[in-house]
């Protein structure tokens, strides 16, 4: 499709092929309009997933947030402020998918047993024992 390999091309079909790949690199090289290309890429996927392939995709979303603040809690000095609220923030990201998860499938015990123990983590006893209730029952 290069334009110099048939550059009297009547339709122009090279030189369109050409240009939406430049356009796309140039939309790779800026930080801002790749992050909202991916978004709207991720946006579109999920939307022509099964419900509860999203909800299993949050659910693991969750677990590598909830598994990055397990290790930092276990690495960090319990006095390192940034450290906390780094903890803190992750947890907080892992409810939130665990959240959108059960909102997609709220059968699914998997994700409240995960939300109750991000729950337990932040010593928010009362969600985490009303996710457990609905685990158990």
Do not use: F, M
């Given at each position: 499709f290069h334009p110099d390999k048939r550059p009297n091309s009547s339709t122009g079909t090279g030189q369109r092929v050409t240009q939406a790949v430049l356009d796309a690199?140039?939309?790779?090289?800026d930080s801002g309009r790749r992050a909202a290309y991916d978004e709207a890429w991720r946006r579109r996927r999920d939307g022509a997933l099964p419900p509860r392939?999203?909800?299993?995709?949050?659910?693991?979303?969750?677990?590598?947030?909830?598994k990055e603040a397990q290790a930092l809690a276990k690495s960090a000095s319990?006095?390192?402020?940034?450290?906390?609220?780094t903890g803190l923030k992750l947890y907080k990201g892992a409810?939130?998918?665990?959240?959108?998860?059960v909102a997609l499938v709220p059968g699914?015990?998997?994700?409240?047993?995960?939300r109750a123990l991000c729950y337990a983590a932040l010593k928010d006893w009362?969600?985490?024992?009303?996710?457990?209730?609905?685990?158990?029952?």
């Open positions: 690199w140039e939309a790779l090289q392939e999203r909800a299993e995709a949050r659910r693991r979303e969750g677990n590598a947030l909830y319990p006095e390192s402020l940034s450290a906390v609220a409810i939130d998918k665990y959240s959108e998860g699914d015990h998997r994700l409240r047993s995960n009362a969600r985490c024992r009303q996710d457990a209730q609905v685990v158990t029952e």
